[in-house]
């Protein structure tokens, strides 16, 4: 592309995008749409159009894993690597497909045709393997499957006339309870609220004892109230729609069957709170709902549900903007959320001060969970006190599971908080079940001793993710693949994360190979309690969980891959001469190192 | 009670160093501690060193390693006082880090090799040796802790005749070995 | 009546607003720290400065000094999570001491010297960092850089020119000069912009002044960081 061709494609994004520079993730997202990639002419025009150093821009394009700032194929195909596609198959189906077209894994294609290379989990765990083929997922990958993509490819066949039942994504509904049982009027929810005044309206919030479904489990009329309470006029409401936890998948199936309500629960939440702005943070590998979701939300526009003097309440003024993510599991956190909505890399912030003061440019902000927000609208239709009437005393109403992994029945689950692991397995047709992973990457590993246990916030607390493992799996494998992520989607802002986490990876890579010694069980500990105790955010100081509980309740899983119970290099020391040896073309004995003639005390 | 009799009451300790990929500066600073020396030998029995010009290491108390491992013979030779030292100390910035031959770790080895044997001005039609004397280069020059267990470290480019000796006759008399400030340095 | 927490069991007095790590030092307590530096807001990304509040491990360059704190900073084991936060920067990198014109005048360095820090103890990354020496008057060195933004921070907000930025993510995270080229000496820096006189490590360096000091006559070489840091307020 010519320099004249980068500045045309950036000032066109940039007029799309009002130029404004806290969009500058939206507009890079929009040019490389047009263009395949971000060379460094398409960054320095964004720069000069959107009037923000070059430097930033590219701080930000570096930042984003679905962001190339080196050239890629007219096909990307990325294959979701969460354990349970792996489960799958995923691996053995990502090399038959390189095999098929020619093309080795995480590089170009010689051709510049295509690239294939892994992802960090699409939120299809219930009907993986998965893989997104240019953003749009591909579900239930098999063997047919991976011919046919091959030879659509082979056939340069643009993605659109590509067969759409390849990206057919099932909600996979298998239990519903309030929130998904019973149909609910657009507006419904929001008009019986204005009925009952925003004071009332915010004791019914504090009678339900709300606490936020993304896993933290704070109470959302305290936040409410603060974000409400502080001071300033400009409040913001944002939907954290960056459902990224490995093995999540419940906001995919909210945001596309039950969006009016994720919708009306956030402008209930402006009702309540004041504002005027609302955003939506859709992560990247949702990118195929946005045109779904910015129906509705014309939709709800015409019928007065959103804009000026909502459902005629004068002065009730709220609009909700779509942005979307580019793969970063970190944009989660909320402060690293807020971040990304300004454009900025999705660094997480200091706390305090706290977003419900100073959020969003600055703002008092609300940052909830997508099925919080749906949650309310339960609340204002049925009144604070019916809502707590389920659940457990302390975890009030129901909680969306996504279930996955070793099962007959994968899918949603909506069940009353207080209900027992061992009862869910039995509902989703999981037998001879070893662990169960709740919560995704960062939660809880479970072993069979433990599924007496209750999903609630008091004892199993969990975003809603359910991984099940039969005892043909190897625990050591699952931790393995959760430390990979966590390696990978570490923003690498503090030591201890950006470092502790490829650390561990290095260990558990090091095992996997099979030159582990028990002295690295020791090391991996001493890093566990590092990310814990030191890390800035929750991504770091959670990175270590499925460690630390696999190191507990599955140890021999670990043990069986040391070989050694004192010390083993990391590396193959052989290995490590053959530059040199195919260089100086000996095969003299004393040209190898044996490993086992030698080992050390 | 005199010096004798307290040696006698502590026998004397079996020390062993040897320098890999270093510049012997360690064992120069090791003679830095001048005529401390002759209070070290009343101490310890050098097994293998350059000091003693012993070829291989039998058991000892003591290893002192100075520099890093870039070789096959460095790993042969490191292994071997692994198995033979009860206590293993990484001596001077090579053994502890790579220092300076670990500057090399971002080329590729063979590459190198071809840098230097067939394509430096001067060396045209030149080979790289291949003599089987000769031991191999690893693809990367690594700390030794990398490659055996080490039980202490003493950093410095080299550690100064002092810090040395502190840190022998700490570890010679059972306390655990401190350097402090102005002791530890790095350079 | 001014107000005071407890540092390792001694009463420290702060003013509102005060973090733990200015209250502290302005009573005389040294508090481990790379990131932080008095003419800036505080960063939070080395960690070195954690302390522990009420059980719990907290960064004290952000965190605001309360009432009745109990703060343990200078304990057996908040030292030994601060080595290895210390080994976790010296694998990262490359830092090769006795080649690098900033020893004994480096944070880095010292700090390690002061923890005690025998060996990098990890395994190293080794990564490949080419430094960039086209601009007249300075140098990058990347090999030694730890992330601490002051760079970044101080071309932006003081010398107004945003010469550096961090690009790429987690362990790939590097920093980046505000050029298309991607080199220095396309950018406005110049040697005397306080982000050419920030760096706490070796990377950013001046050209022909190398060595003008000789190696264990330097700064932290006489006196321990947490000695000069005190006395100059750093």
């Not at chain 1, 008091?458 to 190897?474: H, L, Q, Y």
């Not at chain 2, 500066?25 to 030998?41: A, K, P, Q, T």
């Not at chain 3, 008095?38 to 960690?47: L, M, N, R, V």
């Not at chain 3, 954690?50 to 360059?61: A, F, L, Q, T, Y």
Request: proline content about 5%; glycine content about 10%; some cysteine.
């Amino acid at each position: 592309m010519g320099r004249l061709d980068a500045s045309q494609l950036a000032a066109q994004a940039c007029t799309r995008n009002g130029g404004d520079a806290t969009r500058l993730l939206q507009v890079l997202i929009d040019v490389q749409e047009k263009a395949g990639w971000l060379s460094a002419e398409l960054i320095s025009a964004v720069a000069a159009e959107l009037g923000v150093p070059r430097v930033r821009v590219e701080g930000v394009a570096g930042f984003y894993s679905f962001l190339y700032t080196e050239p890629v194929g007219n096909y990307r195909v990325l294959f979701s690597d969460n354990i349970t596609d792996r489960m799958l198959g995923a691996p053995e189906l990502m090399d038959a497909l390189c095999g098929k077209l020619w093309v080795e894994r995480g590089k170009l294609s010689e051709d510049g045709l295509v690239s294939v290379d892994t992802t960090s989990c699409t939120g299809m765990c219930d009907q993986g393997p998965a893989l997104l083929v240019n953003g749009r997922p591909l579900t239930r990958v098999d063997h047919r499957r991976v011919n046919q993509i091959a030879e659509l490819i082979r056939r340069k066949e643009p993605l659109y006339a590509w067969p759409s039942e390849l990206f057919r994504v099932d909600d996979n509904i298998r239990r519903r309870d309030a929130l998904l049982g019973p149909d609910q009027r657009p507006g419904e929810a929001l008009r019986a609220a204005l009925t009952r005044g925003r004071e009332d309206w915010l004791a019914q919030m504090r009678l339900s004892n709300l606490r936020g479904r993304g896993g933290a489990g704070f109470t959302t009329a305290v936040k409410w109230q603060a974000c409400r309470d502080a001071a300033g006029a400009d409040k913001v409401v944002v939907c954290n729609a960056d459902e990224g936890e490995p093995g999540t998948f419940k906001d995919r199936v909210l945001l596309s069957s039950f969006a009016d309500q994720v919708f009306e629960g956030m402008t209930l939440a402006a009702w309540a709170v004041g504002a005027q702005r609302g955003f939506l943070y859709l992560r990247g590998e949702y990118r195929y709902l946005l045109d779904h979701l910015q129906h509705v939300l014309a939709r709800r526009r015409s019928a007065g549900l959103l804009g000026n003097a909502i459902l005629g309440e004068t002065g009730f003024d709220f609009d909700i903007d779509i942005h979307l993510g580019a793969g970063a599991y970190v944009c989660g956190e909320e402060t690293a959320l807020l971040e990304s909505l300004e454009g900025k890399r999705g660094t997480p912030r200091i706390r305090p001060p706290f977003p419900v003061t100073h959020g969003y440019l600055g703002r008092p902000t609300v940052v909830n969970n997508v099925e919080t927000l749906a949650k309310t609208t339960l609340i204002a239709l049925h009144g604070g006190e019916a809502f707590a009437a389920t659940g457990t005393a302390q975890s009030t109403g129901t909680k969306l599971l996504s279930i996955s992994g070793d099962c007959a029945y994968p899918g949603i689950y909506e069940y009353p908080f207080g209900v027992s692991i061992e009862h869910v397995l039995e509902d989703c047709g999981a037998s001879d079940v070893q662990a169960v992973q709740v919560g995704g990457a960062s939660g809880m590993t479970l072993a069979s001793y433990e599924f007496h246990r209750r999903i609630a916030f008091e004892d199993v607390p969990t975003a809603g993710a359910f991984m099940i493992f039969d005892s043909s799996r190897d625990m050591f494998e699952v931790a393995r693949n959760f430390v990979h992520f966590f390696a990978h989607e570490s923003c690498g802002f503090c030591t201890p994360c950006r470092v502790g986490t490829s650390l561990l990876d290095n260990y558990m890579n090091k095992l996997a190979s099979g030159y582990g010694a028990k002295m690295d069980l020791a090391d991996i500990e001493w890093i566990n309690r590092l990310l814990r105790q030191s890390s800035h955010c929750g991504l770091g100081s959670s990175a270590p969980n499925a460690v630390v509980d696999a190191l507990v309740k599955f140890r021999p899983a670990f043990e069986r891959h040391l070989r050694n119970l004192d010390f083993e290099p990391a590396f193959d020391l052989n290995a490590a001469l053959a530059g040199a040896r195919t260089a100086a073309g000996r095969d003299d004995p004393g040209a190898f190192l044996d490993r086992e003639q030698e080992t050390t005390r | 009670m005199d010096n004798a009799a307290r040696d006698a009451r502590r026998p004397k300790l079996r020390v062993a160093t040897t320098s890999l990929a270093g510049c012997f500066g360690c064992h120069m600073s090791l003679l830095d501690i001048d005529e401390r020396l002759f209070d070290l030998v009343e101490l310890v029995d050098f097994d293998r060193s350059p000091l003693t010009d012993i070829k291989h290491c039998g058991p000892c108390d003591i290893g002192l390693i100075e520099g890093g491992v870039c070789n096959a013979e460095n790993v042969h030779v490191l292994r071997e006082f692994r198995r033979n030292c009860k206590i293993l100390v990484a001596v001077g910035a090579c053994s502890v880090n790579g220092g300076l031959p670990a500057q090399r770790n971002h080329l590729d080895v063979g590459a190198c090799l071809q840098q230097v044997y067939q394509y430096r001005e001067g060396v045209a039609g030149a080979q790289i040796p291949s003599d089987p004397e000769l031991p191999l280069l690893l693809d990367k020059v690594r700390p030794i802790h990398e490659v055996v267990r080490v039980d202490y470290f003493v950093p410095g480019c080299p550690p100064s005749g002092d810090a040395l000796w502190k840190f022998l006759t700490d570890l010679i008399s059972g306390r655990t070995p401190r350097l402090s400030h102005p002791m530890l340095h790095y350079d | 009546m001014s107000r005071q927490f407890l540092f390792d069991g001694q009463p420290v007095p702060f003013e509102d607003g005060q973090t733990i790590l200015q209250a502290a030092h302005a009573a005389g307590h040294y508090i481990p720290h790379l990131c932080w530096h008095p003419d800036f807001p505080p960063h939070g990304s080395c960690k070195l400065c954690i302390v522990k509040v009420g059980g719990r491990h907290v960064s004290s360059c952000a965190l605001p000094a309360k009432e009745g704190m109990e703060v343990e900073s200078n304990t057996p084991e908040i030292n030994g999570e601060r080595r290895a936060l210390l080994q976790m920067l010296f694998v990262e990198g490359n830092h090769f001491c006795p080649s690098c014109e900033k020893s004994g005048n480096c944070q880095l360095q010292a700090l390690a010297y002061d923890l005690e820090m025998l060996t990098p103890r990890f395994n190293h990354f080794f990564p490949d960092r080419p430094v960039d020496a086209s601009h007249r008057d300075m140098l990058l060195d990347f090999n030694r850089c730890i992330f601490c933004e002051l760079c970044v921070r101080a071309s932006r907000d003081v010398d107004g020119k945003n010469v550096f930025a961090l690009t790429g993510r987690g362990i790939h995270k590097h920093l980046a000069v505000n050029a298309e080229s991607g080199r220095l000496a396309d950018t406005d820096f110049a040697a005397d912009d306080l982000a050419a006189n920030i760096c706490p490590v070796g990377v950013i360096l001046h050209k022909r002044v190398g060595f003008a000091v000789t190696i264990g006559k330097r700064k932290y070489d006489a006196k321990p960081i947490h000695t000069v840091a005190l006395e100059e307020g750093e």
